[in-house]
């Protein structure tokens, strides 16, 4: 252990000794100040002024901030068996340390093969009418507004509906919090976001019991208790969402998965078949991750979506022609038929390169070593800054702007897909990624078919947003709402 004057500054060296350039640190602290307001442009101003490869002080913790795609690509797909973890959280209690977001190695792998089939196409098929349960309570409540012609908080209204759709896609647990806000489930999954992360949460789950009667079906939790039994897992070439081996996408020219990336991390230890074992601990902090990595983030994309529509009326009026024309079609959305919405998907994409809610995320170092020639040093953290990424104009003309046309098959062709991560890559991507879009979509469709978001007075342009977890509205999103039949 260093001396006491020493030990505060003996960190602040390791990123200057790798040639990595940062901000001066102070004692103790590092830099950290710099994020008093929030972490998405700091880290922005921080890359332009100290390059593409900079760091920082989150404290004593060296990180490293990569802006690089081509070193992105490397660190999340290449050679992903030297960095497989995200950043350890020191003060994290349970279940939180349970979950899929924060377990390491041989752990996280034994639970996100068993994870990754509750996440599978057939398994999001499942879930159509559970969604769409909650949409219905989603449109009674928009009606009301459009029936007082009033300015609402539009990103209240989506955390209800995303909490009713976690609580029973995951919790087989039907609560309708968009009309019964104190609703056990509701009241205690609201407190635990209004707190601290660091908070203890088991009262959450000791009010499990009480909760509404479960429903009879396959929801998650049977299909994680199932898993307690059986033999075999997925292996790791199937972790990734965006490029599942099964479901790979060969016309995805976004892809960021080529042949040769599959064969570099099929080396390690993935062809062999994860054994299956999960224990109740792991199954409880699974069921929280829903909560922890799916509500705000669903939430903050649907109403960023809105936003942006009721700003840009022309695209608004451009979506709803694909709507109409898709209810010529069919009378309710399912894990297929959204699939046809290629415009909205566009407006989407954009919505969520504009205002990404994961908009940095991490994997740690675990030994020293070089990538693309550029050395990082063994317990440092790497940062993976997808909220500058999305505004470079290296790659995005007029960064600022809303223009969902860069999401055109051909637009999205002649791009790095490094450059666009809302869901990060590769192995350790979003698990959930298909079950977010899914429910957007499917809440986006019926909500454009009946409605009109109008900008109003109230309607802060251009947003303030809070950055110190995900990336969302500062003050809610205020607009107002017209029933397009009348
Ligand atoms: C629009 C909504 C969402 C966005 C923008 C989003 C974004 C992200 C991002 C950026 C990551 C980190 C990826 C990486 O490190 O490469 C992540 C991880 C994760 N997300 Fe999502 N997410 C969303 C919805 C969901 C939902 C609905 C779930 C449902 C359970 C979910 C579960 C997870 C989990 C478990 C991880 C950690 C995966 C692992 O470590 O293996 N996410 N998400």
């Not at 205690?188 to 976001?193: L, N, P």
């Not at 790791?236 to 040769?260: M, V, Y």
Request: glycine share 4%; proline share 8%.
């Amino acid at each position: 252990m260093p001396l006491w004057p020493e030990y505060s500054v003996y960190p602040f060296s390791v990123l200057s000794r790798c040639g990595i350039k940062h901000p001066k640190p102070v004692p103790f602290l590092g830099n950290i100040f710099m994020f008093r307001q929030g972490f998405f442009k700091p880290i922005s101003d921080i890359i332009k002024t100290h390059g593409r490869v900079c760091g920082y002080y989150l404290g004593r913790r060296p990180v490293v901030v990569v802006a690089d795609p081509d070193m992105l690509r490397q660190v999340m797909v290449r050679d992903f068996s030297s960095f497989p973890n995200r950043m350890t959280i020191r003060f994290a209690s349970k279940p939180m340390t349970d979950c899929l977001l924060m377990l390491r190695n041989e752990r996280w792998k034994r639970v996100r093969s068993i994870l990754t089939p509750s996440f599978s196409a057939a398994k999001m098929k499942e879930m159509v009418p559970l969604i769409n349960t909650a949409t219905d309570a989603l449109m009674n409540n928009l009606n009301v507004y459009a029936e007082s012609g009033e300015a609402f908080d539009i990103h209240k209204c989506f955390g209800c509906f995303t909490m009713d759709v976690i609580a029973s896609v995951a919790f087989a647990t039907q609560v309708d919090s968009q009309n019964n806000p104190d609703d056990p489930f509701v009241r205690h999954a609201q407190m635990f976001f209004s707190f601290s992360f660091f908070r203890p949460i088991m009262l959450f789950f000791i009010t499990f019991p009480f909760m509404a009667a479960p429903l009879r079906r396959r929801d998650f939790l049977q299909l994680m208790l199932d898993a307690r039994t059986s033999k075999e897992g997925v292996s790791l070439e199937h972790f990734d969402t965006a490029n599942a081996a099964g479901e790979l996408d060969h016309k995805n020219p976004q892809a960021p998965l080529s042949a040769s990336d599959q064969d570099a991390w099929q080396e390690s230890s993935a062809r062999r078949p994860q054994k299956k074992m999960i224990t109740e601990d792991e199954i409880v902090g699974q069921a929280f991750v829903f909560l922890l990595a799916g509500y705000e983030t669903s939430s903050n994309t649907l109403a960023f979506t809105c936003y942006l529509l009721a700003i840009h009326p022309e695209c608004q009026r451009k979506v709803q022609e694909e709507v109409d024309d898709f209810f010529t079609r069919h009378d309710s959305p399912n894990y297929t038929n959204v699939q046809e919405l290629k415009y909205l998907d566009m407006v989407i994409s954009e919505a969520l390169r504009l205002y990404p809610p994961g908009f940095r995320f991490a994997r740690d170092i675990d030994k020293d070593c070089v990538v693309n020639g550029q050395f990082l040093p063994k317990g440092a953290t790497l940062e993976i800054p997808a909220g500058f990424l999305h505004y470079d104009p290296e790659h995005w003309p007029e960064p600022e702007k809303f223009i969902p046309e860069r999401f055109t098959p051909e637009a999205k062709a002649g791009r790095h897909p490094f450059v666009y991560l809302p869901f990060g890559a590769g192995p350790r991507n979003c698990v959930g990624m298909r079950l977010a879009q899914l429910e957007i979509k499917m809440a986006l469709v019926r909500l454009f078919r009946g409605f009109s978001i109008v900008a109003c007075s109230e309607t802060k342009v251009p947003l303030e947003l809070k950055s110190s977890s995900t990336l969302g509205p500062k003050n809610g999103i205020f607009v107002k709402i017209q029933r397009r039949d009348c």
